[in-house]
């Protein structure tokens, strides 16, 4: 039977919801006795794994609320396919000190050449790192804005992407922005101008976005912000989709 003082001890975890430490609290003990460790060395133990417990459990919650489209890691880029792309580069971006300064990331080129996947890897790396992170396709989030700026509840709606303190906006150009879906896109990205940061992908360059927005004015004006602390990834190279069927020498690689 269970001392009574174990059984104390278990409650006292649960009132302070220190659920690991409860699970973990009689093996650790006996540990200690059986190695002789300090008091020190034993509560060290204890606080460590409920602190890692915690972390981890923070981190799942970050990355559900951030609905990123898939987990991908930046371990898992091949870089050697993509020699456009500068490992360096990513990896200081990877350190999330963009998000200290407020930065924004434009990832720029081609369909497949990785530009959602490493979105999602740098957004995972600040998840990490305790910011709160929201991923949404250009269009997909334009039309949240334009739903609620018709129902009277679209600062309300702002708000939900300017919290976070990483906003991934992704696909930039697959379709064409109505005249109302670029003019609340530029209200957000005032909003959050020099206040949090992006990152954005797009497979059209700059000189192409007066056509997406509709509208050269808002376009200049959007892009104004967003370059004014940003730093641009152009990716020139092909899909990885197709990585395979090239190598099985299906189709043939662009010159
Ligand atoms: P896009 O540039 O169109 O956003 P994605 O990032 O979605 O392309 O990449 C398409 C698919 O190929 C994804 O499954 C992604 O994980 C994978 N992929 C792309 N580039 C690489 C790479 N260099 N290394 C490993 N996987 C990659
Ligand atoms: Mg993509």
Not at 75 to 100: G, N, V
Not at 211 to 216: A, L, M, T, Y
């Amino acid at each position: 039977m269970r001392a009574p003082q174990m059984d104390r001890i278990s409650s006292h975890f649960r009132r302070l919801k220190l659920s690991k430490a409860e699970e973990r609290v009689e093996a650790l003990l006996q540990e200690a006795t059986e190695k002789e460790l300090t008091y020190s060395d034993f509560l060290d133990r204890l606080l460590s794994e409920e602190v890692a417990a915690k972390t981890d459990k923070a981190i799942q919650m970050r990355t559900k609320m951030a609905r990123l489209p898939y987990l991908k890691s930046l371990e898992s880029f091949d870089f050697k396919y993509q020699p456009s792309i500068d490992e360096k580069q990513i990896r200081e971006l990877a350190t999330c000190r963009f998000i200290e300064h407020g930065d924004s990331i434009v990832l720029l080129g081609p369909p497949g050449v990785g530009k959602t996947h490493l979105a999602v890897a740098l957004g995972l790396k600040a998840i990490e790192d305790g910011y709160r992170v929201l991923f949404a396709s250009a269009t997909a989030l334009i039309a949240a804005l334009a739903k609620a700026h018709s129902e009277n509840r679209f600062e309300e709606r702002l708000k939900t992407y300017v919290v976070p303190k990483l906003l991934i906006v992704d696909e930039i150009g697959y379709i064409p922005i109505e005249r109302l879906g670029a003019n609340l896109f530029f209200q957000l990205i005032s909003r959050r101008y020099e206040r949090g940061s992006m990152i954005l992908t797009s497979n059209q360059s700059f000189a192409n976005w007066g056509e997406i927005f509709g509208d050269q004015v808002i376009a200049t004006a959007i892009l104004d912000r967003i370059l004014h602390h940003s730093v641009t990834v152009s990716i020139r190279g092909e899909s990885y989709r197709l990585k395979e069927k090239l190598k099985a020498g299906l189709i043939k690689k662009r010159d």
